[in-house]
Protein backbone atom coordinates (compact mmCIF):
# COMPACT_ATOMS: atom_id res chain seq x y z
CA UNK A 1 0.00 0.00 0.00
CA UNK A 2 1.83 3.62 -1.35
CA UNK A 3 -1.33 5.49 -0.99
CA UNK A 4 -2.78 5.64 3.07
CA UNK A 5 -6.25 6.43 2.84
CA UNK A 6 -7.29 9.51 4.64
CA UNK A 7 -10.47 11.82 4.38
CA UNK A 8 -9.54 15.77 4.55
CA UNK A 9 -11.83 18.49 6.66
CA UNK A 10 -12.92 20.42 3.35
CA UNK A 11 -14.10 22.74 6.28
CA UNK A 12 -10.22 23.66 7.44
CA UNK A 13 -9.53 25.86 4.40
CA UNK A 14 -9.57 26.31 1.25
CA UNK A 15 -8.35 24.27 -2.54
CA UNK A 16 -6.47 25.70 -4.77
CA UNK A 17 -7.01 24.42 -8.32
CA UNK A 18 -4.67 25.16 -11.07
CA UNK A 19 -5.62 24.29 -14.62
CA UNK A 20 -8.16 24.85 -17.27
CA UNK A 21 -10.76 23.23 -20.02
CA UNK A 22 -12.65 19.80 -19.35
CA UNK A 23 -9.85 18.36 -16.60
CA UNK A 24 -10.38 21.24 -14.52
CA UNK A 25 -14.09 21.92 -15.02
CA UNK A 26 -13.99 17.81 -14.18
CA UNK A 27 -12.15 18.34 -10.64
CA UNK A 28 -14.58 21.47 -9.82
CA UNK A 29 -17.41 19.11 -9.76
CA UNK A 30 -15.74 16.98 -7.58
CA UNK A 31 -14.47 18.97 -4.94
CA UNK A 32 -17.43 20.78 -5.00
CA UNK A 33 -19.99 17.95 -4.59
CA UNK A 34 -17.72 17.29 -1.71
CA UNK A 35 -18.41 20.79 -0.14
CA UNK A 36 -14.90 22.16 -0.94
CA UNK A 37 -14.41 26.17 -1.25
CA UNK A 38 -12.28 26.31 -3.96
CA UNK A 39 -9.89 28.85 -5.38
CA UNK A 40 -9.53 28.28 -9.42
CA UNK A 41 -6.81 29.31 -11.13
CA UNK A 42 -7.23 29.02 -14.81
CA UNK A 43 -4.13 28.69 -16.75
CA UNK A 44 -5.87 30.03 -20.07
CA UNK A 45 -7.89 32.92 -18.40
CA UNK A 46 -11.04 31.16 -18.78
CA UNK A 47 -13.27 30.68 -16.10
CA UNK A 48 -16.45 29.16 -17.71
CA UNK A 49 -18.73 27.49 -15.75
CA UNK A 50 -20.50 25.87 -17.72
CA UNK A 51 -22.59 23.28 -16.37
CA UNK A 52 -22.04 23.77 -12.66
CA UNK A 53 -25.12 25.03 -10.70
CA UNK A 54 -25.51 27.41 -8.66
CA UNK A 55 -24.78 25.27 -5.09
CA UNK A 56 -21.33 24.46 -7.13
CA UNK A 57 -20.23 27.93 -8.41
CA UNK A 58 -21.28 29.82 -5.28
CA UNK A 59 -18.26 27.95 -3.52
CA UNK A 60 -15.73 29.03 -6.85
CA UNK A 61 -13.75 31.57 -6.37
CA UNK A 62 -12.43 32.75 -9.57
CA UNK A 63 -8.63 33.84 -9.14
CA UNK A 64 -6.55 35.67 -11.61
CA UNK A 65 -2.66 36.45 -12.23
CA UNK A 66 0.53 33.67 -11.42
CA UNK A 67 -0.45 31.04 -8.85
CA UNK A 68 2.81 30.52 -8.42
CA UNK A 69 3.17 33.59 -7.17
CA UNK A 70 -0.22 34.06 -5.08
CA UNK A 71 -0.53 33.48 -1.47
CA UNK A 72 -1.40 30.28 0.03
CA UNK A 73 -3.00 31.68 3.68
CA UNK A 74 -5.87 29.15 4.31
CA UNK A 75 -5.16 26.85 1.56
CA UNK A 76 -5.18 23.14 2.56
CA UNK A 77 -4.62 21.50 -0.81
CA UNK A 78 -3.59 21.99 -4.11
CA UNK A 79 -4.76 20.59 -7.53
CA UNK A 80 -3.33 21.04 -10.45
CA UNK A 81 -5.68 19.56 -13.82
CA UNK A 82 -4.57 20.53 -17.36
CA UNK A 83 -1.74 22.76 -15.82
CA UNK A 84 0.38 22.07 -18.54
CA UNK A 85 4.42 22.57 -17.58
CA UNK A 86 2.69 24.29 -14.82
CA UNK A 87 1.80 21.64 -12.47
CA UNK A 88 5.63 20.19 -11.62
CA UNK A 89 6.65 23.90 -10.78
CA UNK A 90 3.19 23.78 -8.59
CA UNK A 91 3.80 20.68 -6.88
CA UNK A 92 7.35 21.83 -6.29
CA UNK A 93 5.76 24.71 -4.61
CA UNK A 94 3.50 22.74 -2.61
CA UNK A 95 5.82 20.35 -1.22
CA UNK A 96 7.81 22.47 -0.25
CA UNK A 97 5.42 24.01 2.05
CA UNK A 98 4.18 20.82 2.94
CA UNK A 99 0.95 21.37 1.30
CA UNK A 100 -0.88 18.03 -0.58
CA UNK A 101 -0.78 18.06 -4.14
CA UNK A 102 -2.51 16.12 -6.72
CA UNK A 103 -1.17 16.44 -10.10
CA UNK A 104 -3.64 14.55 -12.84
CA UNK A 105 -2.03 11.53 -14.35
CA UNK A 106 1.37 12.60 -12.66
CA UNK A 107 2.14 10.20 -9.58
CA UNK A 108 5.36 11.55 -9.30
CA UNK A 109 4.49 15.26 -8.51
CA UNK A 110 1.42 13.88 -6.35
CA UNK A 111 1.48 13.63 -2.46
CA UNK A 112 -2.07 12.38 -3.05
CA UNK A 113 -4.57 10.88 -5.40
CA UNK A 114 -8.09 10.77 -5.76
CA UNK A 115 -10.30 8.32 -5.27
CA UNK A 116 -13.63 6.64 -6.40
CA UNK A 117 -15.89 8.15 -3.77
CA UNK A 118 -19.26 6.08 -2.79
CA UNK A 119 -21.32 9.17 -0.77
CA UNK A 120 -24.01 7.96 0.83
CA UNK A 121 -23.92 11.13 2.98
CA UNK A 122 -22.36 10.76 6.43
CA UNK A 123 -20.89 7.51 4.85
CA UNK A 124 -18.03 7.67 2.40
CA UNK A 125 -16.05 5.01 0.84
CA UNK A 126 -13.44 5.60 -1.02
CA UNK A 127 -11.59 2.80 -3.52
CA UNK A 128 -8.50 3.68 -4.86
CA UNK A 129 -5.78 1.90 -7.12
CA UNK A 130 -2.77 4.19 -6.37
CA UNK A 131 -3.52 6.35 -9.53
CA UNK A 132 -2.62 3.49 -11.28
CA UNK A 133 -6.27 2.15 -13.05
CA UNK A 134 -9.29 4.83 -12.12
CA UNK A 135 -11.41 2.35 -14.51
CA UNK A 136 -10.89 -0.37 -12.30
CA UNK A 137 -11.69 2.00 -8.79
CA UNK A 138 -14.68 3.26 -10.98
CA UNK A 139 -15.90 -0.94 -11.44
CA UNK A 140 -15.59 -1.35 -7.98
CA UNK A 141 -17.51 1.71 -6.75
CA UNK A 142 -20.38 0.67 -9.09
CA UNK A 143 -20.68 -2.81 -6.98
CA UNK A 144 -19.89 -1.13 -3.79
CA UNK A 145 -23.38 1.45 -4.79
CA UNK A 146 -25.09 -1.72 -5.95
CA UNK A 147 -24.77 -3.07 -2.42
CA UNK A 148 -24.31 -0.53 -0.13
CA UNK A 149 -27.83 0.21 1.63
CA UNK A 150 -29.11 3.67 0.47
CA UNK A 151 -29.93 4.98 4.01
CA UNK A 152 -26.90 3.89 5.73
CA UNK A 153 -25.88 7.37 6.36
CA UNK A 154 -29.09 7.86 8.21
CA UNK A 155 -28.18 4.95 10.22
CA UNK A 156 -24.42 6.54 11.20
CA UNK A 157 -26.55 9.56 12.24
CA UNK A 158 -29.05 8.08 14.43
CA UNK A 159 -25.84 6.49 16.06
CA UNK A 160 -24.26 9.77 16.14
CA UNK A 161 -27.34 11.24 18.07
CA UNK A 162 -27.04 8.26 21.11
CA UNK A 163 -23.69 8.47 20.96
CA UNK A 164 -23.47 10.73 23.86
CA UNK A 165 -26.39 9.57 25.63
CA UNK A 166 -25.12 5.54 25.50
CA UNK A 167 -21.44 6.40 26.63
CA UNK A 168 -22.84 7.52 29.47
CA UNK A 169 -24.66 4.67 30.07
CA UNK A 170 -21.97 2.03 29.35
CA UNK A 171 -18.56 3.57 30.27
CA UNK A 172 -17.04 0.47 29.51
CA UNK A 173 -15.45 0.39 25.50
CA UNK A 174 -16.04 -3.36 25.29
CA UNK A 175 -19.65 -3.31 26.12
CA UNK A 176 -20.24 -0.21 24.73
CA UNK A 177 -19.38 -1.87 20.73
CA UNK A 178 -21.01 -5.05 21.30
CA UNK A 179 -23.95 -2.29 22.57
CA UNK A 180 -23.93 -0.79 18.95
CA UNK A 181 -23.14 -3.89 17.07
CA UNK A 182 -26.38 -5.23 18.46
CA UNK A 183 -28.05 -2.17 17.33
CA UNK A 184 -27.16 -1.76 13.91
CA UNK A 185 -26.94 -5.84 13.01
CA UNK A 186 -30.45 -5.91 14.83
CA UNK A 187 -34.49 -4.84 14.63
CA UNK A 188 -33.20 -1.57 15.01
CA UNK A 189 -30.52 -0.72 12.24
CA UNK A 190 -32.71 -2.09 10.21
CA UNK A 191 -35.93 0.02 10.92
CA UNK A 192 -33.57 3.11 10.10
CA UNK A 193 -32.34 1.35 6.76
CA UNK A 194 -35.78 0.70 6.27
CA UNK A 195 -37.02 4.34 6.51
CA UNK A 196 -38.64 3.84 9.87
CA UNK A 197 -36.76 6.86 11.77
CA UNK A 198 -39.69 7.13 14.29
CA UNK A 199 -40.23 3.35 15.17
CA UNK A 200 -35.91 2.82 15.86
CA UNK A 201 -36.04 6.26 18.29
CA UNK A 202 -39.00 4.45 20.09
CA UNK A 203 -37.15 0.89 19.83
CA UNK A 204 -33.71 2.09 21.57
CA UNK A 205 -35.55 4.65 24.03
CA UNK A 206 -37.24 1.02 24.96
CA UNK A 207 -34.35 -0.49 26.38
CA UNK A 208 -34.79 -1.05 29.97
CA UNK A 209 -30.74 -2.15 30.66
CA UNK A 210 -28.50 -1.03 28.18
CA UNK A 211 -25.67 -3.05 29.74
CA UNK A 212 -27.90 -6.41 29.66
CA UNK A 213 -28.91 -5.58 26.28
CA UNK A 214 -25.12 -5.69 25.05
CA UNK A 215 -24.52 -9.00 26.24
CA UNK A 216 -23.26 -8.27 29.91
CA UNK A 217 -22.75 -10.40 32.83
CA UNK A 218 -24.80 -9.94 35.61
CA UNK A 219 -21.32 -8.19 37.52
CA UNK A 220 -22.05 -5.75 34.74
CA UNK A 221 -18.75 -6.93 32.98
CA UNK A 222 -19.10 -8.02 29.17
CA UNK A 223 -19.57 -11.82 28.42
CA UNK A 224 -16.66 -13.55 26.65
CA UNK A 225 -17.36 -16.26 23.80
CA UNK A 226 -15.06 -18.20 22.09
CA UNK A 227 -15.76 -19.10 18.57
CA UNK A 228 -14.00 -22.17 16.11
CA UNK A 229 -13.72 -20.80 12.61
CA UNK A 230 -12.78 -22.51 10.12
CA UNK A 231 -10.54 -20.85 7.90
CA UNK A 232 -10.31 -22.88 5.06
CA UNK A 233 -7.74 -24.36 2.63
CA UNK A 234 -5.35 -21.05 2.18
CA UNK A 235 -7.81 -18.86 -0.29
CA UNK A 236 -9.00 -16.00 1.88
CA UNK A 237 -12.43 -15.61 -0.72
CA UNK A 238 -13.22 -19.22 0.60
CA UNK A 239 -14.03 -17.95 3.99
CA UNK A 240 -17.80 -17.88 4.46
CA UNK A 241 -19.74 -14.30 5.09
CA UNK A 242 -20.02 -16.39 8.93
CA UNK A 243 -16.56 -16.09 9.77
CA UNK A 244 -15.55 -12.96 7.82
CA UNK A 245 -18.17 -11.70 10.53
CA UNK A 246 -16.41 -13.50 13.70
CA UNK A 247 -12.76 -12.19 12.64
CA UNK A 248 -14.23 -9.02 12.56
CA UNK A 249 -16.14 -9.05 15.73
CA UNK A 250 -13.07 -10.78 17.66
CA UNK A 251 -11.21 -8.84 20.60
CA UNK A 252 -8.57 -11.61 20.09
CA UNK A 253 -7.67 -14.36 17.62
CA UNK A 254 -5.67 -17.36 18.19
CA UNK A 255 -4.34 -18.64 14.91
CA UNK A 256 -2.68 -21.88 13.96
CA UNK A 257 0.50 -21.52 11.92
CA UNK A 258 -0.91 -23.06 8.65
CA UNK A 259 -3.28 -19.90 8.18
CA UNK A 260 -3.01 -17.55 5.46
CA UNK A 261 -1.72 -14.35 6.66
CA UNK A 262 -4.29 -12.96 3.83
CA UNK A 263 -6.95 -14.58 6.32
CA UNK A 264 -5.70 -12.40 9.38
CA UNK A 265 -5.99 -9.37 7.34
CA UNK A 266 -9.22 -9.58 6.97
CA UNK A 267 -9.89 -9.48 11.13
CA UNK A 268 -10.52 -6.55 12.70
CA UNK A 269 -7.57 -3.89 13.23
CA UNK A 270 -7.32 -3.40 16.86
CA UNK A 271 -7.96 -7.49 17.53
CA UNK A 272 -4.91 -9.15 19.25
CA UNK A 273 -3.40 -11.90 16.79
CA UNK A 274 -1.77 -14.85 19.10
CA UNK A 275 -0.14 -17.49 17.31
CA UNK A 276 -0.93 -21.10 19.02
CA UNK A 277 0.16 -23.42 15.97
CA UNK A 278 3.35 -25.15 15.18
CA UNK A 279 4.46 -27.12 11.75
CA UNK A 280 5.97 -31.21 11.52
CA UNK A 281 9.25 -31.13 13.42
CA UNK A 282 8.59 -27.81 15.58
CA UNK A 283 8.03 -27.26 18.80
CA UNK A 284 4.48 -25.69 19.86
CA UNK A 285 3.07 -24.32 23.13
CA UNK A 286 0.67 -27.67 23.35
CA UNK A 287 -2.91 -28.45 23.31
CA UNK A 288 -3.62 -27.65 26.65
CA UNK A 289 -1.87 -24.34 26.73
CA UNK A 290 -4.10 -23.82 23.89
CA UNK A 291 -7.00 -24.70 25.87
CA UNK A 292 -6.50 -22.35 28.81
CA UNK A 293 -5.57 -19.39 26.33
CA UNK A 294 -9.24 -19.83 25.31
CA UNK A 295 -10.47 -20.10 28.64
CA UNK A 296 -8.75 -17.54 30.18
CA UNK A 297 -9.95 -15.23 27.48
CA UNK A 298 -13.47 -15.52 27.58
CA UNK A 299 -13.20 -15.54 31.46
CA UNK A 300 -11.52 -12.02 30.94
CA UNK A 301 -14.98 -11.03 28.93
CA UNK A 302 -13.00 -11.33 25.53
CA UNK A 303 -14.50 -12.83 22.58
CA UNK A 304 -11.86 -15.24 21.22
CA UNK A 305 -11.74 -16.55 18.14
CA UNK A 306 -9.68 -19.89 17.43
CA UNK A 307 -9.10 -19.64 13.63
CA UNK A 308 -7.71 -23.25 12.45
CA UNK A 309 -6.58 -24.10 8.82
CA UNK A 310 -9.68 -25.54 6.60
CA UNK A 311 -12.65 -26.91 8.97
CA UNK A 312 -11.93 -27.43 13.38
CA UNK A 313 -13.49 -31.01 13.49
CA UNK A 314 -11.85 -32.43 10.76
CA UNK A 315 -8.05 -33.22 11.96
CA UNK A 316 -8.35 -30.45 13.44
CA UNK A 317 -9.02 -30.84 17.44
CA UNK A 318 -11.87 -28.60 17.97
CA UNK A 319 -13.53 -31.29 19.50
CA UNK A 320 -11.01 -31.55 22.45
CA UNK A 321 -11.14 -27.51 22.06
CA UNK A 322 -15.08 -27.32 23.07
CA UNK A 323 -14.63 -30.05 25.49
CA UNK A 324 -12.28 -27.89 27.86
CA UNK A 325 -14.78 -25.02 27.59
CA UNK A 326 -17.39 -27.17 28.28
CA UNK A 327 -16.07 -28.33 31.65
CA UNK A 328 -15.38 -24.20 31.95
CA UNK A 329 -18.93 -23.82 31.43
CA UNK A 330 -17.54 -21.47 28.69
CA UNK A 331 -19.79 -20.09 25.76
CA UNK A 332 -18.98 -21.14 22.82
CA UNK A 333 -19.92 -21.41 18.85
CA UNK A 334 -18.59 -23.37 15.85
CA UNK A 335 -18.23 -21.79 12.42
CA UNK A 336 -17.17 -24.50 9.67
CA UNK A 337 -14.94 -24.06 6.69
CA UNK A 338 -13.58 -26.10 3.38
CA UNK A 339 -11.18 -28.79 4.12
CA UNK A 340 -8.19 -29.04 2.47
CA UNK A 341 -9.10 -32.32 1.13
CA UNK A 342 -12.59 -30.52 -0.88
CA UNK A 343 -10.37 -27.74 -1.67
CA UNK A 344 -7.86 -29.41 -3.20
CA UNK A 345 -10.49 -31.42 -4.98
CA UNK A 346 -12.03 -28.44 -6.30
CA UNK A 347 -9.08 -26.58 -7.43
CA UNK A 348 -7.92 -29.88 -9.21
CA UNK A 349 -11.03 -31.09 -10.70
CA UNK A 350 -10.93 -34.73 -8.74
CA UNK A 351 -14.36 -36.18 -8.30
CA UNK A 352 -13.89 -37.84 -5.13
CA UNK A 353 -16.98 -39.74 -5.89
CA UNK A 354 -18.12 -40.65 -9.11
CA UNK A 355 -20.83 -42.65 -10.60
CA UNK A 356 -20.07 -46.55 -10.83
CA UNK A 357 -16.46 -45.93 -9.74
CA UNK A 358 -15.90 -44.20 -6.95
CA UNK A 359 -19.00 -44.81 -4.34
CA UNK A 360 -16.90 -43.96 -0.34
CA UNK A 361 -14.63 -41.36 0.63
CA UNK A 362 -12.74 -42.07 3.60
CA UNK A 363 -10.61 -39.17 5.37
CA UNK A 364 -7.46 -40.15 7.49
CA UNK A 365 -4.29 -38.47 9.18
CA UNK A 366 -0.48 -39.98 8.66
CA UNK A 367 0.90 -36.97 10.64
CA UNK A 368 3.99 -38.96 11.66
CA UNK A 369 5.25 -42.62 10.18
CA UNK A 370 3.90 -44.18 13.07
CA UNK A 371 0.38 -42.61 12.69
CA UNK A 372 0.28 -44.38 9.53
CA UNK A 373 2.18 -47.56 10.73
CA UNK A 374 -0.91 -47.69 13.14
CA UNK A 375 -3.44 -47.50 10.46
CA UNK A 376 -5.40 -50.83 9.57
CA UNK A 377 -4.68 -50.65 5.82
CA UNK A 378 -6.72 -53.93 5.03
CA UNK A 379 -10.28 -51.94 5.63
CA UNK A 380 -8.61 -49.29 2.84
CA UNK A 381 -8.63 -51.78 0.26
CA UNK A 382 -11.55 -51.44 -1.65
CA UNK A 383 -11.24 -50.16 -5.27
CA UNK A 384 -14.69 -48.17 -4.97
CA UNK A 385 -13.40 -46.35 -2.17
CA UNK A 386 -10.89 -42.96 -2.54
CA UNK A 387 -8.71 -42.07 0.35
CA UNK A 388 -7.85 -38.93 1.70
CA UNK A 389 -4.57 -38.82 3.52
CA UNK A 390 -4.00 -35.26 5.84
CA UNK A 391 -0.57 -34.19 6.51
CA UNK A 392 0.66 -37.03 4.53
CA UNK A 393 3.98 -36.16 3.36
CA UNK A 394 6.63 -37.14 5.91
CA UNK A 395 4.54 -40.57 5.49
CA UNK A 396 4.31 -40.98 2.42
CA UNK A 397 6.68 -44.24 2.24
CA UNK A 398 4.98 -45.85 5.15
CA UNK A 399 1.07 -45.17 3.57
CA UNK A 400 2.51 -46.76 -0.01
CA UNK A 401 3.92 -49.71 2.27
CA UNK A 402 0.74 -49.63 4.71
CA UNK A 403 -1.63 -50.16 1.11
CA UNK A 404 0.88 -52.52 -1.01
CA UNK A 405 0.82 -54.57 2.20
CA UNK A 406 -3.04 -54.82 2.44
CA UNK A 407 -3.12 -55.73 -1.49
CA UNK A 408 -4.03 -52.28 -2.72
CA UNK A 409 -2.45 -52.44 -6.76
CA UNK A 410 1.02 -50.18 -6.89
CA UNK A 411 -0.83 -48.68 -9.95
CA UNK A 412 -3.60 -47.01 -8.04
CA UNK A 413 -4.26 -43.33 -9.18
CA UNK A 414 -2.27 -41.03 -7.13
CA UNK A 415 -2.13 -37.19 -6.61
CA UNK A 416 -0.44 -35.12 -4.21
CA UNK A 417 -2.06 -31.83 -4.01
CA UNK A 418 -0.16 -28.78 -2.04
CA UNK A 419 -0.75 -25.40 -0.93
CA UNK A 420 -4.18 -25.94 -2.43
CA UNK A 421 -6.31 -22.44 -3.15
CA UNK A 422 -3.39 -20.88 -2.36
CA UNK A 423 -1.55 -19.12 -5.76
CA UNK A 424 1.61 -21.36 -5.35
CA UNK A 425 -0.77 -24.64 -5.32
CA UNK A 426 0.84 -27.58 -6.95
CA UNK A 427 0.18 -31.05 -8.05
CA UNK A 428 1.94 -34.24 -8.59
CA UNK A 429 0.28 -37.41 -10.69
CA UNK A 430 1.24 -41.02 -10.70
CA UNK A 431 0.97 -44.02 -8.90
CA UNK A 432 0.37 -45.53 -5.46
CA UNK A 433 4.10 -47.29 -5.94
CA UNK A 434 5.84 -43.48 -6.75
CA UNK A 435 4.19 -41.68 -4.19
CA UNK A 436 7.38 -40.76 -1.90
CA UNK A 437 8.94 -39.59 -5.47
CA UNK A 438 5.53 -37.36 -6.08
CA UNK A 439 5.59 -36.17 -2.81
CA UNK A 440 9.47 -34.64 -3.78
CA UNK A 441 7.94 -32.89 -6.73
CA UNK A 442 5.52 -30.11 -4.82
CA UNK A 443 8.02 -28.69 -3.47
CA UNK A 444 6.71 -28.88 0.50
CA UNK A 445 3.08 -28.38 2.05
CA UNK A 446 1.11 -28.42 3.34
CA UNK A 447 -0.39 -31.53 1.23
CA UNK A 448 -3.19 -34.01 1.08
CA UNK A 449 -2.82 -36.91 -0.77
CA UNK A 450 -5.52 -38.48 -2.91
CA UNK A 451 -5.68 -42.17 -3.72
CA UNK A 452 -8.37 -44.27 -5.73
CA UNK A 453 -9.14 -44.33 -9.52
CA UNK A 454 -10.92 -41.10 -9.47
CA UNK A 455 -7.71 -39.46 -9.49
CA UNK A 456 -7.59 -39.93 -13.15
CA UNK A 457 -10.29 -37.84 -13.88
CA UNK A 458 -8.44 -34.84 -12.48
CA UNK A 459 -7.09 -31.68 -14.48
CA UNK A 460 -3.43 -32.45 -14.19
CA UNK A 461 -3.87 -35.99 -14.79
CA UNK A 462 -5.88 -34.82 -17.98
CA UNK A 463 -3.40 -32.52 -18.54
CA UNK A 464 -0.28 -35.39 -18.63
CA UNK A 465 -2.30 -37.45 -20.82
CA UNK A 466 -2.10 -34.83 -23.31
CA UNK A 467 1.17 -33.96 -22.73
CA UNK A 468 2.29 -37.53 -22.97
CA UNK A 469 -0.30 -37.94 -26.89
CA UNK A 470 1.83 -34.73 -27.90
CA UNK A 471 5.27 -36.28 -27.12
CA UNK A 472 4.13 -39.16 -29.00
CA UNK A 473 2.82 -37.72 -32.52
CA UNK A 474 5.92 -35.55 -32.14
CA UNK A 475 8.76 -38.78 -31.57
CA UNK A 476 6.38 -40.24 -34.68
CA UNK A 477 6.52 -37.05 -37.09
CA UNK A 478 9.99 -37.46 -36.49
Known amino acids: MRFLPVFLDLQRGVVMLVGSGDLARAKLRVLTAAGARVRWYATDGDHDLAGLGENETSRIELAAGDPLAAKL ?28 VNVMDDLDHSTFVFPAIVDRGDVVVAIGTGGASPVVARRLRERIEAVLPARIG ?10 KAVHDLIPEFALRRRFWERVVDGPIG ?10 AERALKGIRDASAFAGSLPSGEAEGM ?4 GAGPGDPDLLTVKALRALQDADVIFYDELVNPEILDRARRDAARIPVGRRVGKPGIGQDAINQLLIEAAQAGRRAVRLKGGDPFIFGRGGEEIEAL ?3 NVAYSVIPGITAGLGAAAQFEVPLTFRREALRVTFLTAHKERDAEAVDWSTLTDIEMTIVVYMGLTAASSVRAGLLAAGRSPQTPVGVFARATREDAAAAIGTLDELPDLVEKVAGGPAVLIIGDVVVHSAPARQQQLNQLASYFQVAAE
Do not use: H, K, Y
Open 73 to 100: NGVIAIVCAGAGELAPVMSARARALGLP
Open 190 to 199: ALVLAGRRDD
Open 226 to 229: VTLV
Open 154 to 163: ELVGFIGRWR
Open 326 to 328: RQA
